[in-house]
């Protein structure tokens, strides 16, 4: 299926590794023309360029900042405004109760992810729609669906973006441009591991027994990175053009099921 992609130009945060890194992999395999990738490590960036353009032969210009540095992130909206396709991957939420993520934490989380796209949508929403097209893609999370009381944070900053991405598409079309989320749930990356110590260690009463819960996922698996790159691609491409202002949730039923883990 051609998904409409070649010489596509794409802006991706969050992009060294998980999920941004395979969403990067998955455009340059549809032929993207330009892949813009973020995130803080500068070495982790240019190896990914490098790997990428040797065996694609797209363009890959790494950017190496932090988006919560308003300077650093309005010189990135500035060198990328043109893109084509925007993902918005940045960001993790800590994990935890009410009372385990202090003031500081929670700031900070929500200064990353939930800030961090409003801030990028506000820059380029208005840009595409002023040119007639484009297309923004959320990457956000499945908790804004599973209110918990160990992922408060993270719930209640999901559940904001998908509220943002409805309030945004729900208008976009009529001026040429989508704006959609992909909602993963527990995916396996580092950070899976440490999300699902702490609730080995709130559950079970021993964090080294993180590997257990892997049982109660649909499967009995996390998603793969791959899996839930390949979903964005498709909600970026041409093949889902009368989508917007909704969302396509990657957690093989586990809101289906209402439950967490």
């Known amino acids: 299926m051609d998904l409409g992609l070649a010489g596509k130009s794409i802006l991706i ?8 890194r395979a969403t990067a992999w998955a455009f340059a395999r549809e032929g993207a023309g330009t892949i813009h990738v973020t995130a803080r490590s500068a070495p982790e960036l240019d190896e990914l ?8 032969g ?34 993790a939420i800590p994990s935890g109760s009410m009372y385990a993520v202090d003031d500081a934490a929670w700031r900070a989380g929500w200064d990353l992810k939930v800030f961090g ?27 804004a669906f599973n209110p918990d009381f160990d992922y408060v944070a993270g719930a209640c ?12 598409g729900g208008q976009s079309l009529d001026s040429g441009v989508r704006v959609v989320a992909v909602n993963p749930g527990p995916v396996d990356t580092g950070r899976m591991e440490t999300m699902l110590r702490q609730r080995a260690k709130v559950m079970l009463g021993d964090e080294a027994r993180w590997g257990e819960l892997l049982a109660r996922f649909p499967g009995g698996r996390a998603a793969t990175p791959e899996e839930v790159a390949d979903v964005i691609v498709f909600m ?11 969302e396509l949730t990657v957690d093989g039923g586990i809101t289906a099921r209402r439950s967490v883990v």
Do not use: W
């Open 236 to 246: 970026a491409s041409d093949r889902a053009a009368y989508i917007s202002g909704s």
């Open 117 to 143: 796209f409003i801030n990028m949508c506000r820059a380029f929403y208005r840009h595409m729609c002023e040119r007639g097209h484009g297309v923004i893609v959320n990457d956000i999370g499945n908790s």
């Open 49 to 56: 360029a490098g790997a990428i353009g040797a065996e694609h």
């Open 13 to 20: 945060t969050g992009a060294s590794k998980g999920i941004g």
């Open 157 to 168: 900053g999901n559940a904001s973006l998908n509220t943002l991405t409805q309030a945004l």
């Open 58 to 91: 797209c363009t890959v210009v790494p950017h190496a900042l932090d988006l919560t540095d308003e300077g650093a992130r309005e010189t990135l909206i500035r060198d990328t405004l043109d893109v084509d396709v925007l993902v918005n991957n940045a960001g």
